[in-house]
């Protein structure tokens, strides 16, 4: 029942696909197709914080029914070997943004006129393709209106904020429900480590002192470092470290969207995905692993340097060894909007389950020269004023 607007005129060059063949895109793509509404056969979607498919028709109420199944953790090394023969791997038809890269499966409700993650129209579709499965997800907590409504207060008081970034906080601007993928791995580490203890001790220095042309010598005491020699080990066990597996949008607006709860990670069902999208992971389960790496390792350097003890630590030599890590692909939702201004795109995204709100923000040009253009008549009134005051002294 998915009504496929018309997209938005295009700009620019880019690949061009006919509105006709995006609809069937969009109707191959989404997972909503799979839950017809028994009253009235329209598409029910995830209802954001229950755990139930609600009929937008008809206002039909189903109860989704969690796989009993445990959350697997994959085998890396076996994964990294064998290829996708090791993992679960699902067939999902996806369409792409050429400006942007971003590759995503639509919904139903949505139009595939315009790129969710940077506003650009220069979507085509890619077809289907296999990948590793999502192991388990955090299904959306807050709803469009609430999104909305968390969006409006971090507007709230932007007064240089264009009138196209308003529109989204007043709701005429369609938000859009988007589960980002990640990566996240399990490894026990065992670290040995050289490096150098500091005791910090001081000794009685005589200095020449210069007072009332008197040179005289007095007795300071200074501080200085002895260094001794260490090596040990330390072991720990990292659980979950999230690698975002996506490049759509900048790291810092990603980064900033922590702390996720994935505590509470739900066995992956696509019961949650009806009515949202999803977005095709782009960094491979290898670079993934190679910044969780990162992560740990500066997690560990804390640990070498509580365990070497003392007051000031040197580490030289840091070897880690991973025993069996393991990693499963989970979806972590976010509210996106994405709008062209000024000839670029600007992002907007809120974390899903916490409300939090990251953007960019241009400043509206007009609204700055009208600030300006204020303040050159203020100026020009109080030189009136003042210019017409008696000049004395
Ligand atoms: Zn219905
Ligand atoms: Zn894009």
Redesign the pocket.
Known sequence: MGQTMPPPGRSGGGSRTSAASLAAAASAATTGDRFPCEQCGAVLTYAPGTSELVCAYCGHRNRIVEPMVEIVENDLRAALEKGLAQAPTEETRTVK?G????EFTLAADHHAGT?P????S??TDTGASRRIKPAALLPFAIDEAEAQGRLRSWLSGLWFAPTKLRQYARGSGRLTGMYLPYWTYDSRTETDYSGQRGTIYHVPVQVRVVRGGNATYETRMVQKVRWTPVSGHVSRFFDDVLVLASR?LPSWMTDRLEPWDVQDLRAYTESYLSGFQSEAYQVTLDEGFGVAQAKMRSALQMDVMADIGGDLQRIDRMEVAHGAPTFKHVLLPVWLA?YVFGGR?YRLCINGRTGEVQGERPWSVWKLLGLALLIAIAAALLALVYGNAPQGY
């Open positions: 943004c400006a942007c890269a971003a790129c993650f940077c506003g650009s220069a979507v759509s994405a795109s």
